[in-house]
């Protein structure tokens, strides 16, 4: 079964770092989303992305957030200043139809000490 | 923005019964509801999901029902078993745009 793959699995960074989390969508998915989900929490919307642009985002997802497709198969979720709050499980997704029938990749687990 | 809440936050049952979770919803517009079933440490994974224009669906053991009019959906889990021991997730979306609002939670313990 294809799958979402996220790395790293785990990174731990120092506040006011700039951090990279990086996903491999599905191959003929079309619709990208981040969410995040902190510890003991529900899962949070960040941001969606459609046809190389971003077609949603949340209030969460300010300026310190930015997302990229820099290849044809990387997506990637930038935090160019992070806060000890940004620590949490970040999970990528990938669907086929918009807003339907998610994948979830299996989660990068984000420490800012 | 839609909210989505969730009833009980921790449900126990003895193997062999029936769970039953309870989600609320409050945008009238959303028309798309899965649920997903997170293990400890793993990813949110899509177990089943039912779109406005059925009231129900079911999967073998699993079935959700969808109540419109009071804003509502239920996931079942009949004959459960220690491995559906997990954390269910609930979440609402209209189709229109690009953003599935989750509930809190709950978390199910199967006792064997």
């Known amino acids: 079964e294809p799958e979402v793959t996220q790395t790293p699995s785990h990174q731990v960074t120092q506040m006011g770092q700039e951090v990279i989390l990086r996903c491999v969508p599905i191959s003929n998915h079309l619709y990208f989303y981040w969410y995040r989900q902190i510890l003991g929490q529900k899962v949070e919307f960040l941001v969606s992305?459609?046809?190389?642009?971003?077609?949603?985002k949340s209030e969460i997802f300010d300026d310190q957030f930015s997302v990229e497709r820099p290849d044809g198969s990387n997506f990637t979720l930038k935090i160019r200043s992070t806060k000890l709050e940004d620590s949490a499980m970040y999970f990528c997704?990938?669907?086929?139809?918009?807003?339907?029938?998610?994948?979830f990749g299996s989660g990068t687990r984000l420490t800012v000490v | 923005g839609e909210n989505v809440e969730q009833h009980p936050s921790t449900l126990s049952v003895q193997e062999g019964d029936s769970a039953v979770i309870k989600c609320t919803y409050s945008?009238?517009?959303?028309?798309?509801f899965p649920w997903y079933k997170q293990e400890l440490g793993k990813r949110p994974q899509l177990i089943i999901d039912?779109?406005?224009?059925?009231g129900e669906k079911k999967d073998q053991r699993i079935a959700v029902t969808l109540n419109k009019t009071a804003k509502h959906f239920s996931l079942h889990i009949t004959e459960t078993q220690p491995e559906d021991s997990a954390v269910y997730f609930c979440?609402?979306?209209?189709?229109?745009?690009?953003?599935?609002?989750f509930g809190k939670g709950n978390q199910v313990v199967v006792i064997p």
């Open positions: 039912i779109r406005s224009n059925v």
């Open positions: 992305f459609y046809n190389n642009e971003i077609s949603e």
């Open positions: 997704a990938s669907s086929e139809k918009q807003n339907y029938g998610y994948t």
């Open positions: 945008d009238s517009a959303s028309n798309y």
């Open positions: 979440a609402a979306a209209y189709y229109g745009n690009n953003r599935l609002a």
